[in-house]
């Protein structure tokens, strides 16, 4: 199973990058991972919130295919512990799933149209994080969740 993470703007604070290229090196020995990153919007100042999440939701929409699974993070959706996630997983590498996409939303989060089209909703915490501090905090959660599956030592309960 391939995993993909959809983020909007480059990441761009250093302790982040560093971050974020050590897991996902990591993330990487258990499965395909790629991170695809969806330009800011032009001139977003000039648009209202509505207008700049329909306009991501647009890019967004563009990076799945009608077979992949699309999996919002969204402080919203659904809580797990992270040996529930790690079988939250392995269902989906059990049942098949040739391509899993996380994707985290914007400033104000995702367009209608997204929401719709989602397979479901992941939260992190109920605490809202940044865009950007999300990826690095996802990415650690998903090489945790492999790590569980595959018996290595790094997460202790
Ligand atoms: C600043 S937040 C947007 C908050 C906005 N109020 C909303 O309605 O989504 C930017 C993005 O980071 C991600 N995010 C932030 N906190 C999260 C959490 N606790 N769990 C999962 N994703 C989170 C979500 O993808 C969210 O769309």
Redesign the pocket.
């Known amino acids: 199973m391939k995993v993909t993470l959809v983020v909007i703007g480059k990441t761009d604070k250093d302790y982040l990058k560093k971050g974020i290229d050590i897991y996902g090196k990591r993330l990487f020995h258990y499965l395909p991972f790629e991170i695809k990153t969806i330009p800011d919007i032009k001139n977003s100042k000039n648009l209202t919130t509505e207008q700049q999440k329909e306009k991501e939701g647009v890019l967004i929409l563009n990076q799945v295919t009608a077979m992949d699974q699309l999996i ?6 659904e809580e797990l512990s992270s040996v529930d996630f790690s079988k939250w997983m392995e269902k989906r590498m059990v049942a098949g799933t040739k391509h899993l996409v996380f ?8 367009s209608p149209a997204v929401k719709e089209r989602a397979n479901g909703k ?10 950007q ?2 990826r690095l ?2 990415i650690e959660q998903l090489y945790r969740a492999m790590s569980i599956l595959n018996g290595e030592p790094y997460h202790h309960e």
């Open positions: 919002l993070l969204d402080e919203k959706g994707v985290i939303g914007g400033p104000y989060g995702f992941l939260s992190l915490s109920k605490m809202t994080f940044s865009h501090m999300v905090i996802f």
